[in-house]
Nanobody, 119 residues
Framework: HVQLQASGRGLVQPGGFLRLSCAAS????????LGWYRQAPGKERELVAS???????TYAESVKGRFTMSADNAANTLYLQMNTLKPEDTAAYYC?????????????WGQGTLVTVSS
């Protein structure tokens, strides 16, 4: 069973930067989706960035050019580098992993980490 531990919570001024991490408890195989979601107060959950099974990376228009998702497979860790942060980036951020193994689907979530962008 996979557990995801997110870290990187912080308070950042507009224009600042922050790096979020999502570490898996063990190596993960048969992954067909990796991504970061966020949910701001009063808003619906939003997909911020994702890797698909094809290996492509997709970003929400609201963060494109500012956020970069990467993975360190050796460390079983997913990262989200957030630059030029804006107040509207304030949200709880969640890493998410989809796994398909032995014909069954598994959906794993990190616990969420709060990012506040404010002056």
């Amino acid at each position: 069973h996979v557990q995801l531990q997110a870290s990187g919570r912080g308070l950042v001024q507009p224009g600042g930067f922050l790096r979020l991490s999502c570490a898996a408890s063990k190596a993960i195989f048969w992954v067909n989706f990796l991504g970061w979601y966020r949910q701001a107060p009063g808003k619906e959950r939003e997909l911020v960035a994702s890797f698909t099974g094809s290996g492509s990376t997709t970003y929400a228009e609201s963060v494109k050019g500012r956020f970069t998702m990467s993975a360190d497979n050796a460390a079983n860790t997913l990262y989200l580098q957030m630059n030029t942060l804006k107040p509207e980036d304030t949200a709880a951020y969640y890493c998410n992993l989809h796994q398909r193994r032995w014909g069954r689907n598994y959906d794993y979530w990190g616990q969420g980490t709060l990012v506040t962008v404010s002056s």
